[in-house]
């Protein structure tokens, strides 16, 4: 069992940054697949972003180039920098986790955070 928390949500206005935490437990961390995925009122969740265990990426077309996924395997901790901030980010961002190789954004994960709410102001 994987235990996944993330943290690091708030309030900003357009054209501002913030950065998502997650943390998980109870596998070795180093060797999951890791990602971001968001969803937006009254929308389907979908994949933002993903990072495996050689640290490769994938990222969804609408937030290339301004989000930027990463892990620290010491801390067993995942993140989301997130910059140039538009008001369709606007959504709860959920941490996910799964066993296994392959980690594109639509893979379907094992394990999943609580969420939490990104709020973006125009």
């Known amino acids: 069992q994987v235990k996944v928390v993330e943290s690091g949500g708030g309030s900003v206005e357009a054209g501002g940054s913030l950065r998502l935490s997650c943390t998980a437990s109870?596998?070795?961390?180093?060797?999951?697949?890791m990602g971001w995925f968001h969803q937006a009122p009254g929308k389907e969740r979908e994949g933002v972003a993903t990072?495996?265990?050689?640290?490769?990426?994938s990222y969804a077309d609408s937030v290339k180039g301004r989000f930027t996924i990463s892990r620290d395997n010491a801390k067993n901790t995942l993140y989301l920098q997130m910059n140039s901030l538009k008001f369709e980010d606007t959504a709860m961002y959920y941490c996910?986790?799964?066993?296994?190789?392959?980690?594109?954004?639509?893979?379907?994960?094992?394990?999943w955070g609580k969420g939490t709410v990104v709020n973006i102001s125009s």
């Open positions: 109870g596998y070795p961390f180093s060797s999951l697949c």
């Open positions: 996910a986790a799964k066993y296994g190789p392959s980690c594109r954004l639509y893979d379907a994960m094992d394990y």
């Open positions: 990072i495996n265990s050689a640290l490769s990426t």
